[in-house]
């Protein structure tokens, strides 16, 4: 179960939901993105995937679209560097604020 869309990463990209060009190189980032939010869950001790509470799923989703769409960028090129790590950083500080508030018990597991 990935926790992101193709629309989720089209808005990020500003691609045409209509544009289905590049939807199958989406998805890949998609699940590149899910392994990485995964892996990371599991080593702080998250059983995965996460199903609930639904508003941790829809963050997750969130992260998980902005680290999808750094990957999807990076492969632009070497100009397109800065921006794509500006994507997987903002993912993965957000993931970070997630996993410091499960282990403080701010947001409880289903």
């Known amino acids: 179960m990935v926790y992101a869309t193709v629309p989720d990463v089209k808005e990020r990209l500003d ?11 989406i998805n890949a980032k998609i699940t590149q993105a899910d392994r990485v939010i995964n892996f990371i869950l599991k080593t702080h001790g998250v059983t995965v995937p996460v199903a ?3 508003e941790l ?8 679209a902005d ?4 990957l999807f960028i990076e492969d632009r090129g070497p100009q397109w560097r800065e921006q794509a790590n500006a994507l997987k ?3 993965l500080d957000a993931l970070d604020v997630v996993v410091k508030s499960l282990k403080r018990g701010v947001v409880e597991l289903g």
């Open 15 to 25: 691609i045409s939901t209509g544009d289905t060009s590049q939807d199958p190189k």
């Open 52 to 54: 609930e509470p639904e």
């Open 57 to 64: 799923v829809n963050i997750l989703a969130e992260i998980e």
């Open 67 to 70: 680290y999808a769409a750094g």
């Open 89 to 91: 950083k903002r993912a």
